[in-house]
């Protein structure tokens, strides 16, 4: 197998789990493959149990607070093991949702964006998810993200509801949203924006990385939205004590790339690299259709 195979699986029990991921991870054992479980620790336990240490065993997407991070860190890992001689990787991994307690937008942006992400490496990603606690519409997803999806049988089958591009899930208004904006501006240039934000970030209670982090997300994603979107861009920010939510909306389709923000790129002169360091700097990131338009929404502060 060259390249990356992108394959999920659903269970609704442990015993189901075990019986999809271990004949999967022991073939690849057999075959002196590497084989990797980067689960969350619940279903990394299980497999420690009936495999032992033959497996190695990296973090879970729970571990990283961004996806950036987690596709960072495992692109390293499988670029050192290639140089190293890898002919096929195998890898089990589940990824943070809602009902894991997870934000899901930019995870989903990431189950879309790994297909190219990890195109280059000789890895067989395997995704299940536990349909005890995944949201229907979080599966609706995952479906759309996967090429390939795996039984308990041991099929290993093309995923006919697998679509090419970004995952189907529509922008969540942040619950700070039910409130008037304190800025709320119409095209306005990023020195304006940046302007009006400093004028309202002296009442929340945010460390000066983290206001640096407002300021300069405020001013990439109008820039972004004058530069690439459709006017009118309207720029809003709403505050708590400690939280700040920023989001502009245009009118356009915003990109339709599925590793915008998630992998560094300077392929254009602003949108790619400034949506990037949004994505490792910013507690929570945002970016797709809503009522109003394409709307990207950034977090910072507080809790998400």
Same mark, same amino acid.
Do not use: K
């Given at each position: 197998?060259?390249?990356?195979?992108?394959?999920?699986?659903?269970?609704?029990?442990?015993?189901?789990?075990?019986?999809?991921?271990?004949?999967?991870?022991?073939?690849?054992?057999?075959?002196?493959?590497?084989?990797?479980?980067?689960?969350?620790?619940?279903?990394?336990?299980?497999?420690?149990?009936?495999?032992?240490?033959?497996?190695?065993?990296?973090?879970?997407?729970?571990?990283?607070?961004?996806?950036?991070?987690?596709?960072?860190?495992?692109?390293?890992?499988?670029?050192?093991?290639?140089?190293?001689?890898?002919?096929?990787?195998?890898?089990?991994?589940?990824?943070?949702?809602?009902?894991?307690?997870?934000?899901?937008?930019?995870?989903?942006?990431?189950?879309?964006?790994?297909?190219?992400?990890?195109?280059?490496?000789?890895?067989?990603?395997?995704?299940?998810?536990?349909?005890?606690?995944?949201?229907?519409?979080?599966?609706?997803?995952?479906?759309?993200?996967?090429?390939?999806?795996?039984?308990?049988?041991?099929?290993?089958? @093309?995923?006919?509801?697998?679509?090419?591009?970004?995952?189907?899930?529509?922008?969540?208004?942040?619950?700070?949203?039910?409130?008037?904006?304190? *800025?709320?501006?119409?095209?306005?240039?990023?020195?304006?924006? +940046?302007?009006?934000?400093?004028? @309202?970030?002296?009442?929340?209670?945010?460390?000066?990385?983290?206001?640096?982090?407002? *300021?300069?997300?405020?001013?990439?994603?109008?820039?972004?939205?004058?530069?690439?979107?459709?006017?009118?861009?309207?720029?809003?920010?709403?505050?708590?004590?400690?939280?700040?939510?920023?989001? @502009?909306?245009?009118?356009?389709?915003?990109?339709?790339?599925?590793?915008?923000?998630?992998?560094?790129?300077?392929?254009?002169?602003?949108?790619?690299?400034?949506?990037?360091?949004?994505?490792?700097?910013? &507690?929570?990131?945002?970016?797709?259709? &809503?009522?109003?338009?394409?709307?990207? +929404?950034?977090?910072?502060?507080?809790?998400?």
């Amino acid at each position: 197998m060259t390249g990356f195979f992108h394959e999920t699986a659903f269970y609704g029990s442990d015993d189901d789990f075990l019986a999809l991921v271990v004949p999967f991870l022991e073939d690849g054992l057999r075959a002196d493959e590497a084989v990797v479980v980067a689960c969350a620790e619940q279903n990394t336990g299980l497999v420690r149990s009936a495999l032992g240490a033959d497996v190695v065993y990296l973090p879970g997407a729970d571990q990283y607070s961004r996806p950036s991070e987690a596709i960072s860190t495992y692109r390293d890992f499988f670029h050192e093991h290639t140089e190293a001689g890898a002919r096929q990787m195998r890898v089990v991994g589940d990824v943070p949702h809602p009902g894991t307690g997870a934000s899901w937008d930019w995870w989903a942006r990431y189950e879309a964006a790994v297909n190219q992400a990890y195109a280059e490496f000789p890895v067989w990603g395997l995704c299940p998810y536990d349909m005890r606690t995944t949201p229907e519409d979080v599966l609706a997803d995952v479906v759309r993200t996967h090429p390939n999806i795996a039984t308990a049988l041991g099929t290993h089958e @093309v995923n006919p509801g697998f679509r090419e591009g970004l995952a189907g899930t529509r922008q969540v208004a942040d619950e700070l949203e039910r409130c008037a904006p304190l *800025v709320d501006l119409v095209d306005a240039s990023a020195g304006a924006v +940046r302007e009006a934000v400093g004028g @309202v970030l002296g009442a929340i209670a945010l460390s000066e990385d983290g206001a640096h982090d407002v *300021v300069y997300a405020a001013s990439e994603i109008v820039t972004n939205g004058l530069t690439h979107g459709v006017a009118p861009v309207r720029f809003r920010l709403w505050a708590d004590e400690s939280r700040v939510v920023v989001a @502009v909306t245009d009118r356009g389709p915003g990109p339709s790339d599925p590793l915008a923000g998630l992998v560094p790129t300077t392929a254009t002169r602003t949108a790619g690299l400034g949506l990037w360091i949004l994505h490792r700097t910013c &507690d929570y990131v945002a970016m797709g259709q &809503d009522s109003d338009g394409f709307t990207v +929404r950034v977090s910072v502060g507080g809790q998400t």
